[in-house]
């Protein structure tokens, strides 16, 4: 939609400059969520993508994903052998509620950004131990994915601070995963996307259906009741109430997917 | 740098904050569409260098140095893009409201994505078509028909506007925009309810651009309802352009009207006002009870409320019989209390009209509305003005469902033009159709119903309480069609209803798909399913067995005589066509955890609604030989422009494509009292088929004139009129030799929408349901329809599949919640799940055979009434499967879950083992009684 308060777009900032940060500022991604509700309180954007910094960086340590990087991009990248974990790219774009079209748009730094209990590229990074690059005035800081996203639509970053990257080390991108989403239509709205690895033992990691990623590690392959005793350790408030399913069963559901990763890894 | 959209460059640069779809929009590619602005629908896809995204999130700059197309520029030429001929050969629309950003995402498919519709068509949201036409346009699967001369009615003749729509052509609402336009915004209420102290407009009228602000002390004193019938004493009269008290958040509060959008929106953030916040109460129980907040403190006897101190709108008690005996004498009793949710119809294009006044000085409103000469009518009555200084008409009109039998855009709009002299547009946003216009009525449904052990009905017993929101309109006319066909399609000599009407804080709930029906008919037809299963019998026997018959009377709340026959009857034929359809069924659990169960349940319906529903028809024959006729009724995808063509070229004997169809203008004719009720075809096409049947005759007789011979040796043909052995006269030499005869080559016809007949739906589901999560599968949906001669079977199988896809919504995903503060909290897509092609099942369509005796050519309605049986066919199948009753709707994952876990079924359950029957976890409220 027409944002009408906005009266400056600054599109080709030759660096992005978070010290002539001013209020009423936003850095624009896709933007594919910033146009999609009202913004009254804004006054400029200032864009990213048009930056062109390079989407997907491959080195020997791992993945380094701009923050710029779409979900289209993400979704069409061809992993070095040996990557099996990168089989969880594509399913996480799937799990968008938003179309293949949204995703020809929509950034992975936006997405983070965002915050969403449902934002399925927390889910991925923040299962993959992706860590972000933040710049700020003060300069650059590393922050680890599931430490970015404080609350529903709430995340880490000052005033002024911008998403550079996140980057997923290859150790973990090695390591096989498993994926479940659900939610309350059969291509709808995540209201649980849990996420395991393969370790020594299992990482686990849940989000949708709480209101920040969860990480839940086991040190060697844990039981059905390992498992269960973990999720039942989850705080009630940490489960995230809206009309994308009710607390009480987004709490079901994390039992019942953890369980399934589980079975599948072990 | 520049833009380029569809190969040419365009000199304009977008606004700062200016998203790709207005600025299209204003480079006059209107065939980009606004289904919600915020990246959920996909009418608004574009592409930009070949690839497809969503025109309304994408910020405009981005489309610099690159090639934009729009549906506009996909053909070539005058040779249709394959995917645009796929969609006019399948007829993949019915409103077309989507159609552009349907195309324009199919056509850009992968082999992969094509196999995989449901999850590559999630953006693409259609709310006419159940998507089933849309599969089979981008699979190829052609449907139209082009049957020979005098022949079209019974065959898949395409709509008129078919080419139109594929190419973005067709016209909408705002697609027009005339010079020198102003925008109307509308500051809404923030408080549920309040009384407004004062406005300051000051900052406001200093705002660049803006023109005027109005507030209620500009709005005229007349009060009215939006809601919009024939006769307008039908709904109480509550309701003001602007008033000085807000009895929900989200009702008008002040326009500001300006040269921009933009401009308007900062006015409308600049208006100071301040609120004497008054109590509210959102519970309709709460409502009626004494001392509750009086939200109309109104006289009953002018405002027709029945008692504003209950904030009671209506209430009807009728008693038939005696129901106490007619428990005494049953076997055994069910009782329970149902839920119906608030749903919204999310029509595509939201509401919307320009308002003018005409070189004359007439005051003239282009508007989405389903109802021309109504909104006339009201205008006319709030502004005092004369009919012929007022011209209400629509183009096309992309989606009502009910919504748009409602005067929610025009009155404000006309206000403001009446005083500016200048043309004033009034677009709703999505967020402003969810909170600033109507909704189905939730109700709470209390039954209590007795049989005998031979399945008998001995007695019948409703309580009903309708929550109308703060505002009347059709609380009235839906509170008694919903008691009406519901209870009277059982025959059961004892009947009870108590029903209420009620005020509530919270947004006004009014016209919906099925008019009051959807919901009683969900309690009446789970209660009766329950009686079946307490009996131990089958409960399509169960239904057979107290069905009405033709004779019967059909009786709900009184033994009054009305106008309603039996012109046909195929209830019967429909519940043993759906009865046969899921015995053949073979789908089985898809897997172990779940169970399968069936469920079925019937709806009646009158083809007509009472008291009155006017049509008029206007044909004639043009100089060039073809055919212009005017009809009042508007086409919002209902496809009666079709029908119309059809009735008229078969009677004509000519091709649907030699008629020109002018349509919905109070201008082109006397009256017509609107497209609903699913009046299209039964009166207005009736009034089209006698005047077909009239110029046939006159333009014979003209011919026998002309030629001396006798009438009877004259036969109207395509070409002209073959007279006596051989001699042609062409029809534009009949039309210049009868017109210089002072012979006439016009008709006209009127009808009255009485009597009236009865058309039936019945809904049959085999689902699987699984415990462990709440999910419910629908393994097969077949719907029977009695809709007598059917004249175009493609598109009474489309009215079906997209009732039962709305339905499906309605009984599985769809649910305005409101808040405690009286707040709609989900206002959009996001949050509101309009059914997406992934969650529609494919429904198979079975037809009763019959013939209406006072349908034209034998036809009945069928457009509101397949949504009727769908929501208690699902519940009952959903109790089949797993033993428990649902009385809320919506049956989402989270519910369904919860329920089950609370009845103890589990997913342990044996896989094909015995499904529990009978009282196995019933919930709390339900009481059985078995005597
Ligand atoms: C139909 C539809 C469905 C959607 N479904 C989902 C869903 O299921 N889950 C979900 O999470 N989201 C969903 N979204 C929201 C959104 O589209 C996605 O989260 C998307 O990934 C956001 O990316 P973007 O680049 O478009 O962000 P933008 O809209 O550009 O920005 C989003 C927010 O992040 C900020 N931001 C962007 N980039 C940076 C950066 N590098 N550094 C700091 N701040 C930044 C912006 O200022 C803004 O506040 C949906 C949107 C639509 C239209
Ligand atoms: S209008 Fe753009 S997606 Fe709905
Ligand atoms: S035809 Fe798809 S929305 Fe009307």
Same mark, same amino acid.
């Given at each position: 939609m027409d944002l009408h308060t906005i009266s400056e777009m600054i599109a080709a900032p030759d660096a992005p400059d978070p010290a002539t940060w001013r209020s009423g500022d936003a850095w624009l991604g896709g933007g594919t969520w910033l146009f999609s509700e009202p913004q009254p309180h804004?006054?400029?954007?200032?864009?990213?993508?048009?930056?062109?910094?390079?989407?997907?960086?491959?080195?020997?340590?791992?993945?380094?994903?701009?923050?710029?990087?779409?979900?289209?991009?993400?979704?069409?990248?061809?992993?070095?052998?040996?990557?099996?974990?990168?089989?969880?790219?594509?399913?996480?774009?799937?799990?968008?509620?938003?179309?293949?079209?949204?995703?020809?748009?929509?950034?992975?730094?936006?997405?983070?950004?965002?915050?969403?209990?449902?934002?399925?590229?927390?889910?991925?990074?923040?299962?993959?131990?992706?860590?972000?690059?933040?710049?700020?005035?003060?300069?650059?800081?590393?922050?680890?994915?599931?430490?970015?996203?404080?609350?529903?639509?709430?995340?880490?970053?000052?005033?002024?601070?911008?998403?550079?990257?996140?980057?997923?080390?290859?150790?973990?991108?090695?390591?096989?995963?498993?994926f479940r989403q659900v939610s309350l239509s059969p291509a709808g709205r995540s209201a649980a996307l849990l996420i395991g690895r393969r370790t020594a033992g299992l990482e686990l990691t849940v989000t949708a259906s709480v209101t920040r990623p969860l990480r839940l590690s086991f040190e060697a392959p844990p039981s059905a009741a390992a498992v269960r005793e973990a999720v039942a350790a989850i705080p009630a408030d940490a489960y995230h109430d809206d009309v994308h399913g009710s607390p009480a069963w987004r709490r079901h559901m994390t039992f019942e997917l953890a369980e399934e990763i589980r079975a599948e890894l072990a | 740098m520049t833009y380029s959209i569809n190969g040419a460059e365009v000199g304009a640069t977008p606004r700062p904050g200016q998203c790709l779809r207005t600025f299209l929009?204003?480079?006059?590619?209107?065939?980009?569409? %606004? +289904?919600?602005?915020? #990246?959920?629908?996909?009418?608004?896809?574009?592409?930009?260098?070949?690839?497809?995204? *969503?025109?309304? !999130?994408?910020?405009?700059?981005?489309?610099?140095?690159?090639?934009?197309?729009?549906?506009?520029?996909?053909?070539?030429?005058?040779?249709?893009?394959?995917?645009?001929?796929?969609?006019?050969?399948?007829? #993949?629309?019915?409103?077309?409201?989507? =159609?552009?950003?349907?195309?324009?995402?199919?056509? %850009?498919?992968?082999?992969?994505?094509?196999?995989?519709?449901?999850?590559?068509?999630?953006?693409?949201?259609?709310?006419?078509?159940?998507?089933?036409?849309?599969?089979?346009?981008?699979?190829?699967?052609?449907?139209?028909?082009?049957?020979?001369?005098?022949?079209?009615?019974?065959?898949?003749t395409s709509a008129p506007a078919a080419r139109a729509i594929v190419t973005g052509k067709a016209l909408f609402t705002l697609d027009l925009p005339p010079d020198g336009l102003l925008h109307l915004k509308l500051l809404r209420s923030p408080h549920a309810h309040a009384r407004i102290v004062a406005i300051d407009t000051s900052a406001a009228l200093a705002v660049p651009g803006v023109h005027a602000v109005f507030t209620h002390e500009d709005a005229p004193p007349r009060l009215y309802s939006s809601g919009r019938h024939e006769h307008m004493t039908d709904d109480p009269d509550d309701t003001r352009v602007l008033d000085d008290v807000v009895r929900h958040v989200g009702q008008r509060v002040a326009a500001v009207v300006a040269e921009t959008v933009a401009a308007a929106e900062e006015g409308v953030r600049a208006l100071v006002v301040e609120y004497e916040v008054l109590p509210a109460v959102f519970d309709p129980e709460l409502a009626m009870r004494p001392g509750a907040p009086v939200i109309h403190a109104k006289p009953a006897a002018e405002t027709r409320i029945a008692f504003p101190e209950r904030n009671t709108v209506a209430e009807i008690h009728g008693n038939l019989g005696d129901v106490a005996a007619g428990f005494d004498s049953a076997d055994v009793i069910y009782e329970q209390i149902y839920h119906t949710q608030r749903v919204q119809h999310a029509a595509l294009e939201t509401h919307g009209c320009v308002a003018w006044v005409d070189e004359r000085g007439a005051l003239t409103v282009r508007t989405s509305t389903q109802v021309p000469f109504l909104t006339r009518q009201a205008l006319c009555a709030v502004f005092n003005l004369p009919p012929e200084h007022v011209r209400v008409l629509t183009v096309r009109v992309g989606g009502g469902f009910g919504g748009k039998q409602e005067m929610l855009v025009e009155d404000v709009a006309a206000l403001a033009a009446l005083r500016l002299g200048r043309p004033v547009q009034l677009e709703l946003t999505r967020e402003?159709?969810?909170?600033?216009?109507?909704?189905?009525?939730?109700?709470?449904?209390?039954?209590?119903?007795?049989?005998?052990?031979?399945?008998?009905? =001995?007695?019948?017993?409703?309580?009903?309480?309708?929550?109308?929101?703060?505002?009347?309109?059709?609380?009235?006319?839906?509170?008694? *069609?919903?008691?009406g066909e519901s209870v009277a399609v059982y025959r059961c000599p004892n009947k009870k209803v108590d029903a209420y009407a009620v005020y509530t804080n919270t947004v006004p709930a009014g016209a919906f798909r099925g008019y009051g029906l959807s919901q009683t008919v969900f309690a009446i037809e789970s209660t009766m399913d329950e009686l079946a299963r307490l009996l131990h019998i089958d409960p399509v026997a169960f239904r057979e067995r107290n069905i009405v018959r033709p004779g019967d009377p059909m009786v709900s709340v009184s033994n009054e005589l009305d106008d309603v026959e039996y012109g046909s009857y195929g209830l019967d034929q429909c519940l043993t066509l759906v009865r046969d359809a899921l015995a053949d069924s073979p789908e089985a659990a898809p897997g172990p955890g779940w169970l399968v169960g069936d469920g079925v349940a019937l709806a009646l319906i009158n083809t007509i609604p009472p008291r009155g529903h006017f049509a008029e028809s206007d044909l004639r024959l043009l100089p060039d030989g073809t055919y212009q006729l005017?009809?009042?009724?508007?086409?919002? #995808?209902? +496809?009666?422009?079709?029908?119309?063509?059809?009735?008229?070229?078969?009677?004509?004997?000519?091709?649907?494509?030699?008629?020109?169809?002018?349509?919905?203008?109070?201008?082109?004719?006397?009256?017509?009292?609107?497209?609903?009720?699913?009046?299209? !075809?039964?009166?207005?096409?009736?009034?089209?088929?006698?005047?077909?049947?009239?110029?046939?005759?006159?333009?014979?007789?003209?011919?026998?004139?002309?030629?001396?011979?006798?009438?009877?040796?004259?036969?109207?043909?395509?070409?002209?009129?073959?007279?006596?052995? #051989?001699?042609?006269?062409?029809?534009?030499?009949?039309?210049?030799?009868?017109?210089?005869?002072?012979?006439?080559?016009?008709?006209?016809?009127?009808?009255?929408?009485?009597?009236?007949?009865?058309?039936f739906n019945v809904h049959g589901f085999r689902v699987a349901v699984r415990p462990r999560t709440g999910e419910i599968r629908i393994l097969r949906s077949v719907q029977a329809a009695d809709a007598g001669v059917v004249l175009n079977p493609m598109q009474l199988v489309g009215q079906i599949e997209g009732g039962v896809a709305q339905a499906v919504g309605a009984a599985v995903y769809e649910e305005m919640r409101i808040g405690p503060d009286g707040r709609v909290v989900n206002p959009a897509f996001r949050g509101y799940h309009v059914p997406q092609f992934a969650d529609v099942p494919h429904t198979e369509v079975l037809v009763a055979k019959t013939a209406d005796s006072l349908g034209p050519m034998g036809a009945k309605s069928m457009s509101e009434s397949p949504f009727n049986p769908v929501a208690p066919a699902l519940a009952n199948a959903v109790r089949d499967a797993t033993g428990v009753r649902l009385t809320s709707l919506p049956l989402g994952r989270d519910r369904v879950w919860e329920a089950l876990a609370a009845a103890g079924v589990t997913a342990e359950d044996p896989p094909g083992g015995p499904v529990p029957h009978a009282p196995a976890g019933l919930p709390e409220e339900t009481a059985v009684e078995r005597r």
């Open positions: 804004l006054r400029r954007l200032i864009d990213l993508p048009s930056l062109r910094w390079p989407a997907l960086t491959v080195t020997d340590d791992g993945l380094e994903i701009a923050a710029t990087c779409t979900l289209a991009e993400l979704h069409a990248f061809t992993a070095p052998d040996g990557w099996a974990a990168a089989r969880l790219f594509p399913q996480a774009c799937r799990a968008l509620l938003g179309s293949f079209k949204i995703w020809n748009a929509a950034t992975v730094g936006g997405n983070l950004c965002l915050a969403l209990p449902a934002g399925p590229m927390i889910s991925l990074t923040a299962a993959l131990d992706g860590v972000c690059t933040i710049l700020g005035p003060d300069g650059p800081r590393a922050l680890a994915v599931p430490d970015l996203v404080t609350g529903p639509q709430r995340n880490a970053l000052e005033p002024g601070e911008l998403l550079r990257s996140v980057f997923l080390p290859a150790a973990a991108l090695r390591e096989t995963a498993a | 929009r204003e480079q006059g590619t209107f065939g980009v569409r %606004k +289904g919600c602005d915020a #990246g959920d629908c996909g009418a608004c896809t574009v592409w930009l260098d070949g690839t497809p995204v *969503h025109s309304c !999130v994408t910020p405009a700059f981005r489309a610099q140095g690159r090639d934009v197309t729009t549906v506009e520029g996909l053909a070539d030429g005058d040779t249709l893009h394959p995917v645009q001929r796929d969609f006019v050969e399948a007829q #993949g629309f019915q409103c077309g409201f989507c =159609t552009s950003g349907m195309i324009m995402t199919a056509a %850009k498919l992968t082999p992969e994505q094509r196999a995989d519709l449901p999850h590559a068509l999630k953006g693409n949201l259609c709310r006419c078509t159940g998507y089933r036409a849309i599969e089979d346009s981008i699979n190829g699967v052609p449907h139209v028909e082009t049957p020979e001369a005098g022949h079209s009615a019974g065959h898949n402003e159709q969810f909170t600033g216009t109507t909704s189905r009525h939730p109700m709470a449904i209390w039954v209590r119903a007795g049989a005998r052990e031979d399945g008998t009905l =001995t007695a019948l017993q409703l309580r009903v309480v309708s929550d109308t929101g703060a505002y009347a309109n059709h609380a009235v006319g839906v509170l008694h *069609h919903g008691c005017l009809v009042g009724t508007t086409e919002f #995808g209902n +496809g009666t422009s079709t029908v119309h063509t059809q009735l008229a070229a078969t009677a004509l004997g000519t091709t649907p494509e030699r008629i020109a169809i002018g349509q919905s203008d109070t201008a082109l004719v006397g009256h017509d009292t609107g497209a609903y009720g699913s009046t299209g !075809v039964v009166v207005a096409g009736r009034a089209t088929l006698l005047a077909a049947q009239a110029l046939r005759r006159r333009l014979q007789d003209a011919a026998a004139v002309l030629t001396t011979l006798p009438p009877d040796e004259c036969e109207l043909t395509e070409e002209g009129v073959v007279c006596g052995s #051989g001699t042609v006269l062409g029809l534009p030499e009949l039309h210049r030799r009868a017109t210089e005869a002072g012979l006439p080559v016009q008709a006209h016809a009127s009808t009255d929408g009485s009597p009236r007949s009865v058309a």
